[in-house]
Structures are given as C-alpha cells and as structure tokens.
C-alpha cells in the first residue's frame, strides 16, 4: 500500500517541482519586462524633456530675430525723417541692439547643437530646425550688412547736417552771448578817495582848487563794479544811510526812488530805460 502511494506522490512532487521552476522563469521575465519598460519610460521622459528645452531654446532664437526684423524695420523708417539729427542716437542704439540680438541667437544655437551632440540621439526633425534657424540668422547678418552701408552713408549726411546744427548753435550761442552782455549794467559805491584811486572819478574845472566838480572819468575801467541784468535786476542794496550817498553818474530823478533807514538804503530802478538811457554804469559816493 505505501509502495503505490509513494508511486502516486513521486510525479506529483515532480509536476509541482516543474511547475514551480516555470512560475519562477515567468517571474524573472516578468521583472525584466517591468526592468524594460521603466527604462523605456525614463529614456521617453529624458527625450520629451530634451526635446522641450531644445524646442525653447529655438523659440527664443526665433524670438531674436523676430526683434532683429522689427529693430531693421525701425531703422528704415528713422532714416525717412526729415531731421535725422533728431534720430541719430535712436539709430546706433537700435543697431547695437540688433548686434545683441545676433549675439545671443548665436549663443543659443552653439548651445543647441552641443546639447544635440551630447545627446546621441538621431532626432532628424531637431536637427532640420537648427539648420533652418543658422540660415535664418545668416541671412539676417547678410541684410543687417546692406542696412549698415545705407546707416553710413545716412551718418555721412548726419554729420553733415550735425556741423549745420552746430553752426546754428554757435551762432545763437554767439548771440545770447552778445544780447547778455548788452544787458549787463554797472554799479560802485565807495569814498570819493577809494574811487578817485581805482579811476572812477575825477576832479575838473574850477579856479585855485576852488568850484571843482566830480565827474566819471571818461575812461572808465568796470573791472572794479558790482555786474546786474537790466532785464531783471531792478533794486540795488547800498548799507549806507541816504544823506550820504550822492550820485556822481547822470540818472533821470523819476526814474528810480531811494527808501531805506540808518543802516541801508534801497535803490528801486522804476524805468531802466530813462534810468540807463544816459550811461551804462552807476556811480555812487559815500560821503
């Protein structure tokens, strides 16, 4: 009896032990497939990212020249106006904006192409759009050369017309310097001796010394006087009492008034034409 049961059980052992051995092989295919598809679905994922930041990368050179169209077609139309002095600044700003621009798509192109390189990958598509892309900015350095010759021969008629503007300036310059030295009036205001020592004044007419009168000297040097605008400088500041001050140049007496107290006294010039008519500068003795 346990001859026949031990018959019975020795191919059950046998067909479980098989079984077993087939379960363990599908397991390790099982792994290895599982082991595959991971690898598949982080090479994917490395590919779908590469091709993302490839992809920016050549959305941002588009950009570039994008910019580069928009900056030359900028160019043109400030080449068109009438007073180019006016725009010359915005011209060579725009064209070293546009030399920036080609910089930068060159830079992201090499970075492109070493990224494609140290991929290893055959991603045809990628590689047909960074060609396109170097043509596109060969071309626009080409179109960028022709508009640089046309800037040069527009600089060449801004500077032409920079020396006119200049000329012009000189010439107002030349004018305001001469109409602000038309307004310039003079005054001085001292002792007669101190006036008397710098030539001033001077003592004429009379007989022995007596009935001599003071008068400006005809010769008069300003480099000794207070300089106003008669345009706007209408008061002047004398710090001395009224009674002592007298007037030595010739002034129309309606044309100012004094007001003052014990320590100063206040010129008001009412009418500057009758009160300059007769002389440029002011003369003043203080007794």
Partial sequence: MKFKIMLILVPLLLLVSCDKGKINELNEQVARLQEQNQQLTEENTSIKKFIEDVTKLIESVNKDLDKIVE?????????????????????????????????????KINAIEKKLAASKKNLKGL?????????????????????MKDVGILETDILKLTEEIKKKEQKIGDQESIIAEQ???????????????????????GFLGIGRTTKVSPNLNTEHFNVIDVKTDHEINIPHKMKKLKFISPHKNDSYELTGDDNQTTLKILDPAQFWQATKCLVVVVK
């Fill in 71 to 107: 900056t030359e077609i900028d160019i043109r139309k400030m080449s068109e106006d009438i007073e180019l002095g006016k725009v010359e600044g915005e011209i060579k700003n725009k064209l070293g904006l546009i030399g920036q621009y080609i910089l930068n798509s060159k830079e």
């Fill in 127 to 147: 590689n047909k759009l960074v060609s396109n892309l170097k043509t596109k900015l060969e071309t626009r350095i080409n179109k960028i050369g022709t508009l």
């Fill in 183 to 205: 307004n310039k009036r003079y005054y001085i205001f001292d002792k007669g001796k101190e006036l008397k020592k710098k030539g001033v004044i001077k003592k004429e007419g």
